[in-house]
Protein backbone atom coordinates (compact mmCIF):
# COMPACT_ATOMS: atom_id res chain seq x y z
CA UNK A 1 0.00 0.00 0.00
CA UNK A 2 1.40 3.48 -1.06
CA UNK A 3 0.81 6.68 1.19
CA UNK A 4 1.28 9.31 -0.48
CA UNK A 5 1.37 12.58 1.92
CA UNK A 6 0.83 15.94 0.87
CA UNK A 7 2.77 18.86 0.87
CA UNK A 8 6.09 17.70 0.86
CA UNK A 9 7.10 20.47 2.32
CA UNK A 10 5.12 23.40 4.14
CA UNK A 11 5.95 26.91 5.57
CA UNK A 12 4.37 28.57 8.18
CA UNK A 13 4.33 30.90 11.06
CA UNK A 14 4.13 30.43 14.67
CA UNK A 15 0.06 30.30 15.52
CA UNK A 16 -0.87 28.73 11.88
CA UNK A 17 -3.23 26.17 11.60
CA UNK A 18 -1.61 23.74 9.18
CA UNK A 19 -3.32 20.57 7.49
CA UNK A 20 -0.95 17.57 6.58
CA UNK A 21 -2.82 15.22 4.29
CA UNK A 22 -1.94 11.33 3.91
CA UNK A 23 -3.84 9.12 0.94
CA UNK A 24 -3.74 5.59 1.01
CA UNK A 25 -3.93 3.53 -2.38
CA UNK A 26 -5.90 0.95 -1.20
CA UNK A 27 -8.09 1.35 1.95
CA UNK A 28 -6.42 0.91 5.42
CA UNK A 29 -9.35 1.01 7.75
CA UNK A 30 -8.41 3.46 10.39
CA UNK A 31 -5.27 1.43 10.99
CA UNK A 32 -2.87 4.59 10.47
CA UNK A 33 -0.74 6.00 12.86
CA UNK A 34 1.27 9.71 12.89
CA UNK A 35 4.82 10.37 13.90
CA UNK A 36 6.91 13.30 14.54
CA UNK A 37 10.93 13.31 13.58
CA UNK A 38 13.27 15.62 14.31
CA UNK A 39 16.91 16.21 12.83
CA UNK A 40 18.96 13.38 14.69
CA UNK A 41 16.02 11.93 16.75
CA UNK A 42 13.70 8.73 16.28
CA UNK A 43 10.44 9.06 15.17
CA UNK A 44 7.55 10.05 17.64
CA UNK A 45 4.34 8.95 17.64
CA UNK A 46 1.91 11.76 17.90
CA UNK A 47 -1.75 9.76 16.72
CA UNK A 48 -2.99 6.31 16.54
CA UNK A 49 -5.78 4.45 14.60
CA UNK A 50 -6.05 7.78 12.94
CA UNK A 51 -7.59 9.96 15.32
CA UNK A 52 -6.33 8.72 18.96
CA UNK A 53 -3.81 10.98 20.47
CA UNK A 54 -0.91 9.46 22.10
CA UNK A 55 -0.68 10.02 25.67
CA UNK A 56 1.47 13.33 26.63
CA UNK A 57 1.29 14.52 22.77
CA UNK A 58 -0.25 18.03 23.23
CA UNK A 59 -3.81 18.57 22.26
CA UNK A 60 -2.93 20.88 19.38
CA UNK A 61 -2.28 17.86 17.50
CA UNK A 62 -5.73 15.79 15.99
CA UNK A 63 -6.12 13.43 13.14
CA UNK A 64 -9.16 11.95 11.20
CA UNK A 65 -10.54 9.93 8.36
CA UNK A 66 -10.73 6.60 7.90
CA UNK A 67 -10.09 4.03 4.21
CA UNK A 68 -7.76 5.81 2.02
CA UNK A 69 -8.24 9.95 3.22
CA UNK A 70 -6.43 10.80 6.28
CA UNK A 71 -5.32 14.37 8.07
CA UNK A 72 -2.79 15.44 10.89
CA UNK A 73 -3.72 19.29 11.86
CA UNK A 74 -2.31 20.81 14.21
CA UNK A 75 -4.05 23.67 15.23
CA UNK A 76 -2.17 26.19 16.41
CA UNK A 77 1.46 25.49 15.49
CA UNK A 78 4.24 26.16 18.31
CA UNK A 79 7.88 26.65 17.77
CA UNK A 80 9.33 23.15 18.69
CA UNK A 81 6.32 21.54 15.89
CA UNK A 82 8.71 22.43 12.98
CA UNK A 83 9.66 19.14 12.03
CA UNK A 84 9.25 16.00 9.37
CA UNK A 85 5.66 14.23 9.73
CA UNK A 86 5.03 10.55 8.71
CA UNK A 87 1.79 8.82 7.77
CA UNK A 88 2.15 4.74 8.31
CA UNK A 89 -0.53 1.91 7.52
CA UNK A 90 -0.65 -1.15 9.76
CA UNK A 91 -3.19 -2.91 8.03
CA UNK A 92 -1.39 -4.39 5.40
CA UNK A 93 2.16 -6.12 5.37
CA UNK A 94 4.16 -4.62 4.80
CA UNK A 95 4.03 -1.91 6.23
CA UNK A 96 4.82 1.31 4.78
CA UNK A 97 5.42 5.15 5.81
CA UNK A 98 4.64 8.12 3.24
CA UNK A 99 7.13 10.13 2.52
CA UNK A 100 7.14 12.66 4.64
CA UNK A 101 5.89 16.32 5.64
CA UNK A 102 8.66 19.01 6.38
CA UNK A 103 6.98 21.41 8.09
CA UNK A 104 9.41 24.84 8.21
CA UNK A 105 9.31 28.53 9.85
CA UNK A 106 8.18 31.02 7.30
CA UNK B 1 10.61 4.08 31.89
CA UNK B 2 10.65 2.19 28.54
CA UNK B 3 13.72 2.11 26.83
CA UNK B 4 15.09 0.50 23.90
CA UNK B 5 18.76 0.47 23.25
CA UNK B 6 20.34 -0.57 19.77
CA UNK B 7 23.59 -1.56 19.07
CA UNK B 8 26.47 -3.69 16.76
CA UNK B 9 26.30 -0.95 13.66
CA UNK B 10 29.05 0.02 12.33
CA UNK B 11 31.30 -0.09 8.67
CA UNK B 12 31.22 -2.94 6.85
CA UNK B 13 32.12 -4.27 3.02
CA UNK B 14 29.26 -5.09 0.63
CA UNK B 15 28.58 -8.35 0.81
CA UNK B 16 29.24 -8.93 4.24
CA UNK B 17 27.06 -9.52 7.89
CA UNK B 18 26.31 -7.11 10.62
CA UNK B 19 23.90 -8.31 13.93
CA UNK B 20 22.18 -5.59 15.70
CA UNK B 21 20.78 -6.26 18.72
CA UNK B 22 17.83 -3.79 20.47
CA UNK B 23 18.03 -4.57 24.53
CA UNK B 24 14.69 -3.23 25.98
CA UNK B 25 14.12 -2.21 29.19
CA UNK B 26 10.86 -1.14 31.40
CA UNK B 27 7.95 -2.88 30.38
CA UNK B 28 7.10 -6.74 29.86
CA UNK B 29 9.49 -7.42 27.00
CA UNK B 30 7.72 -10.78 25.93
CA UNK B 31 4.07 -9.14 25.83
CA UNK B 32 4.83 -7.05 22.92
CA UNK B 33 5.35 -7.73 19.17
CA UNK B 34 8.75 -5.74 18.09
CA UNK B 35 9.95 -4.14 14.41
CA UNK B 36 13.09 -2.71 12.92
CA UNK B 37 13.16 0.34 10.68
CA UNK B 38 15.29 1.83 8.67
CA UNK B 39 15.97 5.37 7.62
CA UNK B 40 18.62 5.70 4.54
CA UNK B 41 20.67 9.42 4.83
CA UNK B 42 18.53 11.78 4.38
CA UNK B 43 15.15 10.01 3.03
CA UNK B 44 12.27 8.50 4.60
CA UNK B 45 11.12 5.83 7.46
CA UNK B 46 11.30 2.21 5.51
CA UNK B 47 9.97 -0.77 7.99
CA UNK B 48 12.17 -3.43 7.86
CA UNK B 49 10.89 -6.69 9.89
CA UNK B 50 8.66 -7.77 12.65
CA UNK B 51 8.78 -10.16 15.22
CA UNK B 52 5.59 -11.20 17.14
CA UNK B 53 5.36 -12.56 20.71
CA UNK B 54 5.01 -16.30 21.99
CA UNK B 55 1.60 -16.25 21.73
CA UNK B 56 1.96 -15.64 17.77
CA UNK B 57 4.65 -18.33 18.03
CA UNK B 58 7.27 -15.48 17.47
CA UNK B 59 6.01 -15.58 13.72
CA UNK B 60 8.04 -12.53 11.27
CA UNK B 61 6.73 -10.29 8.92
CA UNK B 62 10.16 -9.18 6.25
CA UNK B 63 10.56 -5.85 3.80
CA UNK B 64 10.78 -7.07 0.39
CA UNK B 65 13.94 -5.63 0.23
CA UNK B 66 15.43 -7.41 2.92
CA UNK B 67 13.54 -11.10 2.80
CA UNK B 68 15.92 -14.02 2.13
CA UNK B 69 18.92 -11.57 3.82
CA UNK B 70 17.74 -10.30 7.26
CA UNK B 71 16.47 -12.36 9.71
CA UNK B 72 15.05 -10.70 12.96
CA UNK B 73 14.65 -12.81 16.55
CA UNK B 74 14.47 -12.36 19.70
CA UNK B 75 15.19 -13.79 23.49
CA UNK B 76 12.32 -13.06 26.23
CA UNK B 77 15.27 -13.84 29.21
CA UNK B 78 17.25 -11.66 27.67
CA UNK B 79 14.67 -8.55 27.37
CA UNK B 80 16.37 -8.31 23.63
CA UNK B 81 15.53 -8.38 19.81
CA UNK B 82 18.34 -8.85 17.34
CA UNK B 83 18.52 -8.47 13.63
CA UNK B 84 21.08 -10.51 11.57
CA UNK B 85 21.68 -8.70 8.19
CA UNK B 86 23.64 -11.00 5.60
CA UNK B 87 24.83 -10.11 1.80
CA UNK B 88 24.68 -6.44 2.53
CA UNK B 89 24.62 -4.12 -0.05
CA UNK B 90 25.34 0.05 -0.15
CA UNK B 91 21.66 0.01 -0.52
CA UNK B 92 21.27 -1.15 3.16
CA UNK B 93 23.07 1.93 4.36
CA UNK B 94 21.09 3.61 7.01
CA UNK B 95 20.24 4.12 10.48
CA UNK B 96 18.54 1.35 12.13
CA UNK B 97 15.69 1.45 14.76
CA UNK B 98 14.09 -1.05 16.96
CA UNK B 99 10.61 0.07 17.97
CA UNK B 100 7.71 -1.49 20.49
CA UNK B 101 4.60 -1.99 18.91
CA UNK B 102 1.88 -1.13 21.29
CA UNK B 103 -1.40 -3.08 21.61
CA UNK B 104 -3.62 -0.93 19.60
CA UNK B 105 -1.67 -1.06 15.86
CA UNK B 106 1.17 1.70 16.73
CA UNK B 107 4.63 1.82 17.67
CA UNK B 108 4.93 3.69 20.46
CA UNK B 109 8.71 3.44 21.74
CA UNK B 110 11.40 3.88 19.59
CA UNK B 111 15.67 3.08 20.27
CA UNK B 112 17.90 6.24 19.32
CA UNK B 113 19.07 4.22 16.46
CA UNK B 114 22.55 2.32 15.47
CA UNK B 115 24.05 3.37 11.48
CA UNK B 116 25.05 0.54 9.76
CA UNK B 117 27.54 1.98 6.54
CA UNK B 118 27.99 -0.47 4.04
CA UNK B 119 30.81 0.64 1.52
CA UNK B 120 34.07 -0.81 0.57
Known amino acids: IQLTQSPSSLSASVGDRVNITCRAS??????LAWYQQKPGQAPKLLIY???TLQTGVPSRFSGSGSGTDFTLTVSSLQPEDFATYYCQQINTFPITFGQGTRLEIK | EVQLVESGGGLVQPGGSLRLSCAASGFTFSDHFMDWVRQAPGKGLEWVARIRNKANRYSTEYAASVRDRFVVSRDDLQNSVYLQMNSLKTEDTAVYFCSRDGTKYQFDYWGQGTLVTVSS
Open chain 1, 49 to 51: LAS
Open chain 1, 26 to 31: QGVGRF
